[in-house]
């Protein structure tokens, strides 16, 4: 098994959405993410302006053309925002006031400074006006996901159809509260036979027996499990920083935002094997499937 998470914003104190993140801090948090296991990463970068993203990404690349491992452990980013849903709930702990409609000129900024290194977008198909984005990705064989988002079933369905071909940790980044029927996550289960659907299998972002129901309804075949991981991840409860906003880390190991509000998660993959033999009672070969196989052929590397 050679774990791939395509969901990683940081990890063991570092934080990649940080302006003033080091190539050693970069170094240090691929290490420690081999030395729990994961083979590669997909390093993530969450909602801000054009600019701070641009910036970001273009100090990463540098890093990355400098340091071998990094490199390999690193084969791409995904691109959490900034054309994801502003409503309260749906737009999650991303800054509100840096989220905008989807459009190719900022789109085409950000995949620029990422020197071709974008594998995931994830985005709001109601907030991309004629489904232009999300058609250029896919042209372009990037991969296209759904999150912090609330489409109808015949604008997600619409989506699909210009590209669209996966979901971004569901069952968050939407409100407490919804429709009890006529909802996201039950629009997105009953199109699971067109998209890959991502779960953070953490216990708190989705409770262990929901998580069963959803993998149940879905099948294994198009299911991918991420962590969703800050830089609080493997460390112990404290005080830590997502993109310059403070997060508190509880005894509970749950990262939260000062008004209690989820953010990011800090699981790692020795826990997320311990949640899937133990909670989930799934099987080796399918842990290998959920965590390996799935991933890289989402995003084109099978």
């Given at each position: 098994?050679?774990?791939?998470?395509?969901?990683?914003?940081?990890?063991?104190?570092?934080?990649?959405?940080?302006?003033?993140?080091?190539?050693?801090?970069?170094?240090?948090?691929?290490?420690?993410?081999?030395?729990?296991?994961?083979d590669a990463?997909?390093?993530?970068?969450i909602?801000?302006?054009?600019?701070?993203?641009?910036?970001?990404?273009?100090r990463?690349?540098?890093f990355l053309?400098?340091?071998?491992?990094?490199?390999?452990?690193?084969?791409?980013?995904?691109?959490?925002?900034?054309?994801?849903?502003?409503?309260?709930?749906y737009?999650?702990?991303?800054?509100?006031?840096?989220?905008?409609?989807?459009?190719?000129?900022?789109?085409?900024?950000?995949?620029d400074?990422?020197?071709?290194?974008?594998r995931l977008?994830t985005?709001?198909?109601?907030?991309?006006?004629?489904y232009?984005?999300?058609e250029?990705?896919?042209n372009?064989?990037?991969?296209?996901?759904?999150g912090?988002?609330?489409?109808?079933?015949?604008?997600l369905?619409?989506?699909?159809?210009?590209?669209?071909?996966?979901?971004?940790?569901?069952?968050?980044?939407?409100?407490?509260?919804?429709?009890?029927?006529?909802?996201?996550?039950?629009?997105?289960?009953?199109?699971h036979?067109r998209?890959?659907?991502?779960?953070?299998?953490?216990?708190?972002?989705?409770?262990f027996?929901?998580?069963?129901?959803?993998?149940r309804?879905?099948?294994?075949?198009?299911?991918?499990?991420?962590?969703?991981?800050?830089?609080?991840?493997?460390?112990?409860?404290?005080?830590?920083?997502?993109?310059?906003?403070?997060?508190?880390?509880?005894?509970d190991?749950?990262?939260?935002?000062?008004?209690?509000?989820?953010?990011g998660?800090?699981?790692?993959l020795?826990?997320i094997?311990?949640?899937?033999?133990?909670?989930?009672?799934?099987?080796?070969?399918?842990?290998?499937?959920?965590?390996?196989?799935n991933?890289?052929?989402?995003?084109?590397l099978?």
């Open positions: 098994m050679k774990p791939f998470d395509i969901q990683v914003n940081g990890y063991a104190g570092t934080d990649f959405n940080s302006d003033t993140l080091t190539a050693d801090a970069l170094h240090h948090a691929c290490q420690c993410l081999a030395q729990d296991g994961v990463i997909l390093l993530t970068l909602t801000d302006t054009i600019p701070a993203m641009e910036s970001r990404l273009k990463i690349v540098d053309e400098k340091d071998s491992f990094a490199r390999q452990m690193i084969p791409g980013f995904h691109l959490e925002g900034p054309f994801i849903s502003p409503e309260p709930g737009v999650g702990a991303h800054p509100p006031h840096a989220v905008k409609p989807a459009n190719l000129e900022d789109m085409k900024r950000l995949l400074a990422s020197y071709g290194l974008t977008v985005l709001a198909p109601e907030h991309d006006s004629h232009h984005v999300t250029f990705l896919a372009n064989r990037i991969t296209v996901s759904a912090h988002c609330d489409p109808s079933l015949d604008q369905e619409a989506a699909i159809g210009h590209g669209l071909s996966m979901v971004t940790h569901l069952g968050n980044g939407c409100p407490l509260q919804m429709h009890r029927h006529n909802n996201f996550i039950q629009r997105a289960l009953a199109l036979d998209l890959w659907l991502c779960f953070i299998p953490d216990g708190v972002h989705v409770d027996f929901a998580l069963k129901n959803y993998l309804c879905a099948g294994l075949e198009r299911t991918i499990f991420v962590t969703d991981a800050i830089s609080a991840a493997r460390l112990g409860p404290g005080k830590y920083h997502l993109a310059g906003r403070e997060i508190t880390l509880g005894s190991l749950v990262a939260r935002l000062p008004n209690g509000q989820f953010c998660s800090t699981v790692t020795p826990r094997q311990t949640h899937a033999l133990q909670d989930l009672h799934l099987t080796k070969a399918d842990l290998t499937q959920l965590v390996d196989t991933p890289r052929a989402a995003i084109n099978i």
